[in-house]
T-cell receptor, first 113, second 112 residues
Framework: DGGITQSPKYLFRKEGQNVTLSCEQNLNHDAMYWYRQDPGQGLRLIYYSQIVNDFQKGDIAEGYSVSREKKESFPLTVTSAQKNPTAFYLC????????????FGPGTRLTVT | QKEVEQDPGPLSVPEGAIVSLNCTYSNSAFQYFMWYRQYSRKGPELLMYTYSSGNKEDGRFTAQVDKSSKYISLFIRDSQPSDSATYLCAMSAQTNAGKSTFGDGTTLTVKP
């Protein structure tokens, strides 16, 4: 089955700890994305990568970091510098040509206390 | 001002009603127009996409794009309780290497 997997589904951390969210795709897509979604809100782009070993900041990159060492994988680290990290995190991927539709993973719900 | 504005909702309709979900945009470079459906606590799933102006139908769903007015719509005919979800419009352009811009979503409830 082709698709995107995110793990874990739920994650709990103490304030001050870094945490890494996993995202893997087997769709052979070049581009991958990380979004944050707060209750009742839309999607906000954190980081995106259009090719291996390259990535760009989105609209809310502060306090987050990513790597793209393999085409299939795009992990997101939420650092202690992120002031309000509790949210629903979504990973997506898309192909290299139009319409650039994105395929989303099931999401990770992060709670930091 | 946001590049993509979506009717905020929430929207509540009786089963069987025709639903209209709408977005406007300001970037004339957008070429591809998509609609996603997101059930509560799940990732969005692509419903359909259109390229440039015109209509596209898929079962009970019709996507409509009017580039001259920078306005897109999703119509749902014979709405069902299972259509209750948040609907997100999204747009992309080749000039932006395909990075999509999303609306904030409209939450729809279809009551039996």
């Amino acid at each position: 089955d082709g698709g995107i997997t995110q793990s874990p589904k739920y994650l709990f951390r103490k304030e001050g700890q870094n945490v890494t969210l996993s995202c893997e795709q087997n769709l052979n897509h070049d581009a991958m994305y990380w979004y944050r979604q707060d209750p009742g809100q839309g999607l906000r782009l954190i980081y995106y990568s259009q090719i291996v070993n390259d990535f760009q900041k989105g609209d809310i990159a502060e306090g987050y970091s990513v790597s793209r060492e393999k085409k299939e994988s795009f992990p997101l680290t939420v650092t202690s510098a992120q002031k309000n990290p509790t949210a629903f995190y979504l990973c997506a991927s898309s192909g290299a040509s139009g319409p650039y539709e994105q395929y989303f993973g099931p999401g990770t719900r992060l709670t930091v206390t | 001002q946001k590049e993509v504005e979506q009717d905020p909702g929430p929207l509540s309709v009786p089963e069987g009603a025709i639903v209209s979900l709408n977005c406007t945009y300001s970037n004339s470079a957008f070429q591809y127009f998509m609609w996603y459906r997101q059930y509560s606590r799940k990732g969005p799933e692509l419903l359909m996409y259109t390229y440039s102006s015109g209509n596209k139908e898929d079962g009970r769903f019709t996507a409509q794009v009017d580039k001259s007015s920078k306005y897109i719509s999703l119509f749902i005919r014979d709405s069902q309780p299972s259509d209750s979800a948040t609907y997100l419009c999204a747009m992309s352009a080749q000039t932006n290497a395909g990075k999509s811009t999303f609306g904030d979503g409209t939450t729809l409830t279809v009551k039996p």
